[in-house]
C-alpha cells in the first residue's frame, strides 16, 4: 500500500473521528435538553453506534477498500481528540440555541394559531350559544303569550272537568291502591 492512500485514509478517519464527535455532541445535548425516557435514551444510544460503525466501515472502504491498520484507529482517536479540543463548547452552545429558536418557533406558531384559528373560533361559539339563548327566550316568551291568549279555550274545559276528576281520585278504589302504594314503598 503506498504512502498517499495511507494519508487519504488518515484524512478520512479524522473526518469520522470529527463526524462522531459533531453527532455525539448533538445528540447529547438533545437528549438532556428535551430529557428523553430512558428507553428511549438506550435505543438512541444503539442507533448512534450503529451509525458510528456505518460511518468508520464506509469512509474506511472509501479510503483504503477496508483495510483496518494501526493509523485507522490513530486517525479516529485524533479526529474525536480534535474535535472535543477545538469544537465541542461551539457545537454545544450551537445546538442549545437551534433547540431555543425551534422552541420559540413552535411557541410563535401555536400563538399564530391561538390568534388567527383559536380566538375566532371562540367568538363564533360564545356568538352561536347567545343567538340560541335569545332563541329560546323568544320561543318561550311567544309560547308564555299563547298560553296567555288561549286561556279561555283550555281553562274552560278543566274547570269543568276537574270537579269530576276530583271525585274520581277520590274514591274508595283509588284510595286503597294508594295507601298500598305507600305502604309497599315503606319498606
Known sequence: MNPAVQWVTLFYMIMAGLAMGLAYDSYRVLSL???????????????????AALLVFRMLYAGNQGQLRFYVFLGLFLGVWIYFLIFSVTVRRFVLRLIQSVQYMFRLLW???????????????????GLLKLLGRILW????????????????????????????????????????ITKWRKR
Open 33 to 51: 435538553k428535551l430529557n428523553f425516557p430512558k428507553w428511549l435514551n438506550a435505543m438512541l444510544d444503539l442507533l448512534y453506534w450503529l451509525w
Open 111 to 129: 400563538r399564530l394559531v391561538e390568534i388567527l384559528i383559536g380566538r375566532p373560533l371562540r367568538w363564533l361559539w360564545r356568538f352561536i350559544l
Open 141 to 180: 316568551f311567544i309560547l308564555k303569550l299563547l298560553l296567555r291568549l288561549t286561556k279561555p279555550i283550555w281553562v274552560l274545559p278543566v274547570r269543568w272537568i276537574s270537579p269530576q276528576l276530583s271525585r274520581l281520585t277520590h274514591s274508595a278504589r283509588i284510595v286503597k291502591i294508594t295507601e298500598w
